[in-house]
């Protein structure tokens, strides 16, 4: 099978949540995205790495709150009026975690046929391929589709600055 036969093989879709970062454009799956909130300010805690912004109480559940562009080592988050958290489901060995992630705007929720994912160069990003699962070809470009199992991996996230 060629590659293009292999390009054009697979036509199902898969829903998206699109969203800006830093100016960027980035998706992610939107079955693990439970809501999307106003930013509002967090409750620091100490000795953290400086992209686990603290927490903040969202329907009476306390959420740990990260910086997504401090996450990928790019600076922090500008905070204005289209500022959210997008707050995420994260399973780890069997446990169940809310998490908030701190994004410029919401773009759209839309879908990426699974023919039009590619594979993550090791170069040529400004993220770390490490948090990059796919690139997903939309309008004509190809944005990144985050890796959420690796950026919001609990035992990154818990530990503290030494």
Same mark, same amino acid.
């Given at each position: ?13 898969? *829903? %998206? ?40 109480? &969202? /329907? ?10 401090? /996450? @990928? ?5 500008? =905070? ?16 169940? @975690? *809310?998490?908030?992630? +701190? ?14 994912l590619r594979a993550v ?9 490490? @948090? =990059? ?8 470009? %190809? &944005?990144? =589709?985050?890796?959420? *199992?690796? +950026? ?11």
């Open positions: 099978m060629s590659v293009k036969d292999e390009f054009q093989s697979d036509n199902t879709e898969e *829903q %998206y949540l699109l969203f800006l970062a830093g100016g960027e454009l980035y998706a992610m799956e939107a079955l693990i995205a439970l809501e999307i909130v106003e930013y509002s300010e967090v409750t620091k805690i100490p000795m953290m790495d400086s992209y686990v912004k603290g927490v903040t109480n &969202i /329907r009476g559940n306390i959420v740990p709150v990260i910086d997504l562009i401090d /996450r @990928f080592s790019l600076g922090e988050t500008v =905070i204005g009026n289209k500022t959210s958290v997008v707050v995420v489901n994260y399973s780890d060995d069997d446990q169940n @975690f *809310q998490i908030g992630v +701190i994004i410029d705007e919401v773009y759209e929720v839309d879908n990426i046929s699974n023919a039009n160069a090791e170069f040529g990003s400004k993220v770390d391929a490490k @948090f =990059i699962k796919n690139m997903g070809k939309y309008n004509g470009d %190809y &944005i990144p =589709i985050l890796n959420t *199992q690796t +950026i919001l991996n609990i035992d990154d996230l818990s530990k503290l600055k030494g």
